[in-house]
């Protein structure tokens, strides 16, 4: 996956949770990038057709930028699961962040075998709780004394 497809996934989860246009605001704090940042991709985004901005309404995925949007947020559950179900990780979300830029769909597709993903991925995923319903129960982290 790679930069273009993280914001096509972070768009589409925010665009999920707003119910209509994402705020470019908003795709900068997903992504903990400045709004001038998410700006400029938005920008390119828009110039490959993936995406369309209109100024003070948001951010909106064409046809292509959902599927596009879709299939990375499939690769990152698989990532995510495989991370929580799989190793154990604890640190599992921050751990998918950094992993799902690097990782290319071959590995993802090989992860996916190990996980056995589910046929309703990656609707399995809620925007609002950041999480895939098919994650093993994991302790809640407790706050640092």
Known sequence: MNTADQYLKAIYLVQETEDGPAATGSVADALDVSP???????????????????KYKGVSLTDDGIVRAREALSDYCII?????????????R?????????????????LDTIIDRSP??????????????????????????
């Open 80 to 92: 995510e699961r495989f991370l929580a179900n799989v190793l154990e990780v604890e640190e599992f």
């Open 94 to 110: 921050a751990e998918a962040r950094s992993l799902e830029a690097v990782i290319d769909d071959t590995v993802a597709e090989r």
């Open 120 to 145: 309703e991925c990656p609707d399995c995923f809620d925007a609002e709780t950041d999480a895939c319903e098919y994650l093993a129960e994991v302790e809640p982290e407790s706050p640092a004394d």
């Open 36 to 54: 001038a940042s998410a700006n400029e991709m938005i920008g390119k985004l828009e110039g490959r057709g993936l995406a369309e901005h209109e």
